[in-house]
Nanobody
């Protein structure tokens, strides 16, 4: 069973920075897409950023583009999210995500990020 374990969440002031990390336990060579999603209270889970494991193509939600940076280690099965110039609306539970080449999807349990104004 694939497990994704997030770390790095916490409380940060608006304008500050935070780095989230995720480590996956599955076969990294089966992984196609790696990424981060966010769920704020009372809202749906939305994509924050994704990256293709092999070629490194990145996608960002418009609300975070230019402030957040996703990176991955394509051999170690890790994906990070560098969050800079954070805003209160960036608060939520951040979930690590992986999708394999055969379409299987996996989620971490989430890590809470709270941005104070």
């Amino acid at each position: 069973q694939v497990q994704l374990v997030e770390s790095g969440g916490g409380l940060v002031q608006a304008g500050g920075s935070l780095r989230l990390s995720c480590a996956g336990s599955g076969d990294v060579f089966k992984v196609n897409i790696m990424g981060w999603f966010r769920q704020a209270p009372g809202k749906e889970r939305d994509m924050v950023a994704t990256i293709q494991r092999i070629v490194g193509f990145e996608k960002y939600a418009s609300s975070v583009r230019g402030r957040f940076t996703i990176s991955r280690d394509k051999i170690q099965n890790t994906v990070d999210l560098q969050m800079d110039s954070v805003k209160p609306e960036d608060s939520g539970i951040y979930y690590c995500y992986e999708k394999t080449f055969d379409g299987a999807e996996y989620w971490g349990k989430g890590t809470l990020v709270t941005v104070s104004s």
